[in-house]
């Protein structure tokens, strides 16, 4: 999850209507604060001693909630400075270039979904050959149908493994434990990676409960 932190250089001393402002602008915050503490009273007062407040808002529903109350804050006249993490801490960062660093997909994402990919299509191109095979002699469809089949039947997870471990075992004399880990084994790391992804967004979607379930002064 993306975090970023605000700090809040200058604002009024404490009125009626300022304290309701410091609130609204404290109740703003607070959908983007998870792992500190979220209490409003805790973040009128980190506004009001111009101390850092951690926001994540690295999710994609979160930056336009992000971007509005960025709004609300200069149509308050309030005066601010945004940070963004580094190898040294926080770093000061305009809020232009804020907005272009979240939208980047982080560089190992990006090598890891192009790797399943490439690996989805390596094998897809090595079961062809059984698939062709195995349509070939079961069926006779004429060589033109059976390479659009066998193609098409290639590019279907686990269709093209059912059909091409049937293939080999029948029409290659493969063993049964062989052809298994050959067209079955390689969705063990697709597996992997798809089971990684649906755990980062549930983390992204579930993180601030999970963690206030476990820190219940916060309840």
């Not at 980047?104 to 490439?118: A, C, E, G, Q």
Request: glycine share 4%; proline share 3%; charged share 25%.
């Amino acid at each position: 999850m993306k975090k970023i932190a605000i700090k809040f250089l200058s604002h009024e001393e404490s009125e009626d209507s300022k304290e309701i402002d410091l609130k609204n602008i404290a109740q703003q915050l607070q959908r983007f604060i998870i792992e500190d503490d979220y209490r409003l009273s805790s973040i009128v007062e980190k506004i009001m001693k111009s101390e850092i407040l951690v926001l994540d808002v690295g999710m994609e529903e979160a930056m336009p909630l992000f971007e509005d109350a960025v709004d609300e804050f200069d149509e308050l006249g309030l005066h601010y400075q945004l940070y963004i993490q580094s190898k040294n801490g926080w770093q000061e960062i305009e809020y232009e270039k804020l907005s272009l660093e979240l939208d980047r997909t982080p560089k190992w994402l990006r090598d890891i979904v192009v790797f399943n990919l490439l690996w989805f299509v390596v094998m897809s191109c090595i079961q062809f050959f059984p698939i062709y095979k195995f349509y070939d002699e079961k069926y006779e469809m004429g060589t033109l149908l059976t390479l659009v089949s066998s193609a098409v039947t290639g590019l279907v997870p686990i269709a093209n493994s059912v059909v091409a471990y049937l293939g080999a075992v029948e029409f290659y004399d493969w063993k049964s434990s062989s052809a298994l880990f050959a067209f079955f084994g390689y969705y063990l790391p697709l597996l992997g990676f798809l089971l990684y992804l649906i755990w980062l967004i549930l983390k992204g979607i579930y993180a601030d409960r999970w963690y206030r379930f476990w820190r219940p002064e916060f309840n």
